[in-house]
Nanobody, 123 residues
Framework: QVQLVESGGGLVQPGGSLRVSCAAS????????MGWYRQAPGKQRELVAI???????HYADTVKGRFTISRDNAKNTVYLQMNSLKPGDSAVYYC?????????????????WGQGTQVTVSS
């Protein structure tokens, strides 16, 4: 089985920085795309940033220039460096990964989600 475990959330003042991490564990053949989504109360979950296995990235316009997504393939970990945080960034941040696993000789592709980590930006 595969699990995604997030860490690094917390309370930060406007203009501050946080780095959230997400480590995938379990029987993993390989990891394709990884990313971060967020959901604020009363709002839909939205894409924040994604990074492909080849290192290509995509950011939501609202975070472009402030957030940086990266990954360490050796550690099966994705990071989101959040700088110049605004109150509007407050949300539960969810880790996402598309992961290949192998059962016998069959390779499977599944989407996995972390439980979420709370990020609160407030004075």
């Amino acid at each position: 089985q595969v699990q995604l475990v997030e860490s690094g959330g917390g309370l930060v003042q406007p203009g501050g920085s946080l780095r959230v991490s997400c480590a995938a564990s379990g029987t993993i053949f390989s990891i394709d795309v990884m990313g971060w989504y967020r959901q604020a109360p009363g709002k839909q979950r939205e894409l924040v940033a994604i990074i492909t296995g080849g290192g290509n990235t995509h950011y939501a316009d609202t975070v472009k220039g402030r957030f940086t997504i990266s990954r360490d393939n050796a550690k099966n970990t994705v990071y989101l460096q959040m700088n110049s945080l605004k109150p509007g960034d407050s949300a539960v941040y969810y880790c996402y990964a598309r992961i290949y696993t192998r059962s016998k000789e069959v390779i499977l592709i599944d989407d996995y989600w972390g439980q979420g980590t709370q990020v609160t930006v407030s004075s």
